[in-house]
């Protein structure tokens, strides 16, 4: 019963969280990175976090493992990876590969092993995007991303230009779900100190509320002159479950 009450509740936040999001009426901003910024033209070596993960699901707390890597290459390729071991033998693992520009990321597959494969692939040529849950193709939607590639995203346009960040912009990003095309939201939250294994830095804070394209809360934490990987990750799901991954190491070291 007890548990009973504990997702009621959660699940009244979550509608309460939700309305109170789409009340806010947001306009996203469209935000420019021309010329490639001399960053993203050195970065063809390999970039890697580590992550420590502390968790709860049905009630359960857990800690865990993980690592993000990313890859760019002279050809304007790039490649993304993602894998968390957790307890008990459960884990996760997700690969993006595509394109970048000035712009950012045009994702051409993305690959998610779980408890099932799952796999999307585009074809940029036709405007076409099959989704793992998808029947058939799909138009696609120019600047859309995987839920890999979206973490990448976001950080290269903080990392591009932080000022616009300073204020409570907000940023409409097209995301792959299992069978459609969903619209994210996230809102900066502007300059916030982060506590990392090179001592305190300063972080840009983007925040996604439940309701702006899908039902958990999402917030991310970017150290723009470290590039396009966060330096941290929380996400928060309506029933209570929660995952906050924080930096345990950077390859190479800043």
Not at 104 to 130: D, H, I
Not at 185 to 192: A, D, H, I, R, T
């Amino acid at each position: 019963q007890a548990a009973q009450k504990l997702l009621m509740q959660n699940q009244a936040q979550a509608k309460a969280a939700q309305a109170a999001a789409q009340a806010q009426d947001p306009k996203p901003v469209s935000l420019s990175c021309t010329p490639t910024p001399a960053w993203i033209k050195e970065q063809t070596a390999t970039i890697s976090h580590k992550y420590t993960v502390l968790g709860r699901t049905r009630s359960l707390a857990y800690s865990a493992n993980a690592s993000m890597t990313w890859q760019t290459e002279a050809a304007q390729t790039y490649a993304m990876g993602y894998e968390v071991k957790a307890f008990l033998g459960l884990g996760r693992r997700q690969n993006s590969t595509g394109h970048w520009a000035a712009q950012g990321l045009s994702p051409t597959e993305f690959v998610e092993q779980g408890s099932r494969k799952q796999s999307l692939s585009v074809n940029a040529s036709k405007g076409l995007v099959k989704l793992p849950d998808a029947s058939e193709e799909q138009a696609l939607v120019p600047g859309s991303q995987d839920k890999l590639s979206a973490w990448a995203q976001l950080g290269w346009w903080v990392a591009c230009t932080p000022k616009p960040f300073e204020k409570p912009i907000w940023l409409s990003m097209p995301v792959w779900g299992g069978g459609e095309t969903e619209k994210w939201l996230f809102q900066s939250q502007g300059w916030v100190k982060v506590e990392t294994p090179y001592g305190e830095r300063q972080a840009i804070h983007l925040v996604r509320p439940a309701g702006m394209g899908g039902d958990a809360r999402i917030e991310l934490w970017y150290v723009p002159e470290w590039g396009v990987l966060p330096v941290k990750l929380l996400i928060e799901q309506a029933n209570g479950d929660r995952a906050e991954q924080q930096l345990s190491e950077r390859l190479p070291a800043p």
